[in-house]
């Protein structure tokens, strides 16, 4: 059965500071890999997909990720976050078999402090 | 572009009732999908639905039902409510394509009481 694992629950950073958080998924066939936020108080919000071509993919508000087919990996990045960034954040697949469901992770919520 | 919309917004129920709840998607998108989003359980996929017929189903009881009408809005139900269904029931369309990427509503909050 497809799931996907994120290895933070929480994370708390200062403005400028790196950001990264991974992204890990149980998936025997071929794969899309999504990146969503829900800022406070908002909808869900897609922040970037990978379906093929180069793993490394780049989304909104400076948020990349790569993926690592050999790991199952699907890691976001961004380089220095901003309080704005304050939010929850959901790495979902999609599979062959089923490709209208997401399975999404349990959810990142990262904190940015000033 | 005008974005998913989901009606009502917030919604109070008693135990043993039925609800219904309907989501209009992005104009051209024909696929909707529901799920529901609990801070224990997390985001679930509940059913996805296409020209007016399911496709994909998650693993729910089936108290919770949906359809989709000849314009792509879509409506689910919930029947003899329990408390466990408060939740936010956020529904999502696509256009089904390659990437199958799903774009996301402000959701339905439930709550039962």
């Known amino acids: 059965a497809q799931s996907v694992s994120q290895h933070n629950h929480h994370v708390i950073l200062s403005e400028a500071a790196s950001l990264e958080l991974g992204c890990n998924y149980s998936?025997?066939?071929?794969?899309?890999l999504f990146w969503y936020v829900q800022y406070p108080g908002q909808h869900l919000q897609l922040l970037l997909k990978y379906f093929s071509g180069d793993p490394l993919v780049k989304g909104i508000k400076g948020f990349e990720a790569e993926f690592i087919k050999s790991k199952f990996s699907f890691n976001l990045r961004k380089p220095s976050v901003q309080w704005s960034d304050t939010a929850e954040y959901f790495c979902a697949v999609n599979g062959r078999d089923s490709w209208g469901k997401l399975q999404f992770g349990a959810g990142t919520q990262v904190v940015v402090t000033p | 572009k005008a974005g998913v919309t989901q009606t009502p917004r917030y919604l109070i129920k008693t135990r043993g009732q039925q609800v219904t709840l309907s989501c209009s998607p992005i104009?051209?998108?024909?696929?909707v999908s529901w799920y529901q989003q609990t801070p224990g359980q997390g985001l679930q996929f509940l059913f996805e639905y296409f020209s007016e017929t399911q496709r994909n189903k998650g693993n729910f009881p089936g108290r919770f039902s949906g359809r989709q009408f000849s314009n792509s809005r879509s409506e689910m139900n919930v029947s003899t409510l329990e408390l466990g269904d408060s939740a936010l029931y956020l529904c999502?369309?696509?256009?089904?394509?390659?990437?199958?990427?799903?774009?996301f509503g402000p959701g339905t909050r439930l709550t039962v009481t």
């Open positions: 104009s051209g998108h024909r696929s």
């Open positions: 998936y025997g066939g071929t794969v899309n």
């Open positions: 999502a369309s696509s256009l089904r394509d390659r990437s199958y990427e799903q774009y």
